[in-house]
């Protein structure tokens, strides 16, 4: 079994930061990509960027250098950063991983419950 918790959203006022959490915990032998996906109301599901385990990272449509998102793995965790959030980041975010349970088993792709960001003043 695999568990997330996310942590970070709540009510943001608008251009100040932004810090989500996701920590993975339960039966994991291998974690292999981690994302954060985010969906605003009305909106299809996006992603905001990918982590890879060797640590490469690969970004969704929103503008690179307005977020920052990191991994420890040591800790299984993933951060998504936002130094000047602003209303259009109003968005459910959801951490989303693929995770080995075991070594016989391959990845399976898991989500997290999500965590509601709303920005306003």
């Known amino acids: 079994q695999v568990n997330f918790e996310e942590s970070g959203g709540g009510l943001v006022q608008p251009g100040g930061p932004l810090r989500l959490s996701c920590t993975i915990s339960?039966?994991?032998?291998?974690?292999?990509?981690m994302n954060w996906y985010r969906q605003a109301p009305g909106k299809q599901r996006e992603l905001v960027a990918t982590?890879?385990?060797?640590?490469?990272?690969i970004t969704g449509d929103i503008p690179a250098e307005r977020f920052t998102i990191s991994r420890d793995n040591a800790k299984n965790a993933l951060y998504l950063e936002f130094k000047n959030v602003q209303p259009e980041d109003t968005a459910g975010y959801y951490c989303?991983?693929?995770?080995?349970?075991?070594?016989?088993?391959?990845?399976?792709?898991?989500w997290g419950q999500g965590t509601q960001v709303t920005v306003a003043s």
């Open positions: 989303n991983a693929d995770i080995r349970e075991t070594s016989e088993r391959w990845f399976t792709n898991y």
């Open positions: 339960g039966t994991i032998f291998e974690i292999g990509a």
């Open positions: 982590v890879k385990n060797y640590g490469k990272i």
